[in-house]
């Protein structure tokens, strides 16, 4: 059983970065697949970012060039940076983590974290 726990999310400005952490607990962290989703209110939950258990990044082709994924596997950790944050980007934004590959869809992960919210906003 693995737990994930996001933390960073929080307002900025049009423009601004945040950093996302993803957290995880149990498992053998080294084998899972890490994606990060987001869900804006009234829409369905979109794929955003992943990192696979060897460290290959995938990205939604929107927002490549402004956001980045990165694993720390010696903290069982994964980042999100976001840079260059539009309103557009306003979502509650998901961990979630499955053995070894990515995939884009949502049903095909096991783990999720609660979420933390993004707020791009003026």
């Known amino acids: 059983q693995v737990q994930l726990v996001e933390s960073g999310g929080g307002l900025v400005q049009p423009g601004g970065s945040l950093r996302l952490s993803c957290a995880a607990s149990?498992?053998?962290?080294?084998?899972?697949?890490i994606t990060w989703f987001r869900q804006a209110p009234g829409k369905e939950r979109e794929f955003v970012a992943a990192?696979?258990?060897?460290?290959?990044?995938y990205y939604a082709d929107s927002l490549k060039g402004r956001f980045t994924i990165s694993r720390e596997n010696a903290k069982n950790t994964v980042y999100m940076q976001m840079n260059s944050l539009k309103p557009e980007d306003t979502a509650v934004y998901y961990c979630?983590?499955?053995?070894?590959?990515?995939?884009?869809?949502?049903?095909?992960?096991?783990?999720w974290g609660q979420g933390t919210q993004v707020t791009v906003s003026a």
């Open positions: 990192v696979n258990w060897s460290g290959g990044t």
């Open positions: 979630a983590a499955r053995r070894f590959a990515v995939v884009e869809n949502p049903s095909q992960y096991n783990y």
């Open positions: 149990g498992g053998t962290f080294t084998t899972y697949a």
